[in-house]
């Protein structure tokens, strides 16, 4: 792979109750972990990052595919639900649930624009055969 784009984030302190600083972005910010996992919840958590990011690329995904299919992606929205949970062999895994509203297409068309925007966005290429992730078309 040729990269267009390489950033990079740095973890510090008590990991998810630790700091966490983006280097090109201004992005910065101490962590929690969530109150389910013991943490105080009073904090961002790898797991809402990962679902923000996994939310906007999909979405450009999907305005993409729909781009060159001719179909009104106007008002779209991408919901990226990621869950975190043990994995039965004394480790966690993570499954993601996306939900995808075109609410100017109809059902079976955005089903199919869902789905090849799920081949083309990177996430779900990352993602692939390492975790459950589903996608659904949900009414707006």
């Not at 792979?1 to 998810?16: F, I, N, Q, V």
């Not at 109750?17 to 992005?27: A, I, M, Q, R, T």
């Not at 904090?43 to 939310?55: H, I, K, M, R, V």
């Amino acid at each position: 792979m040729e990269p267009k784009y390489t950033t990079e984030a740095l973890s510090t302190g008590d990991a998810r109750n630790g700091h966490v600083e983006v280097k090109d972005g201004g992005l910065a910010f101490d962590l929690a972990a969530p109150k389910e996992m013991g943490g105080s919840g009073e904090g961002s958590n790898p797991e809402q990052l990962f679902a923000a990011g996994y939310a906007a690329c999909f979405h450009q995904a999907l305005k993409a595919v729909s781009r060159k299919a001719g179909a009104d992606a106007s008002d779209s929205a991408v919901g990226a639900k990621v869950s975190i949970g043990d994995n039965g062999q004394g480790g966690m895994e993570l499954a993601v649930a996306l939900e995808v509203v075109l609410p100017h297409v109809d059902r079976e068309q955005a089903q199919e624009l869902a789905e090849q925007a799920h081949q083309m966005c990177p996430y779900s290429n990352a993602t692939r055969g390492n975790i459950e992730v589903t996608v659904s078309v949900e009414e707006d």
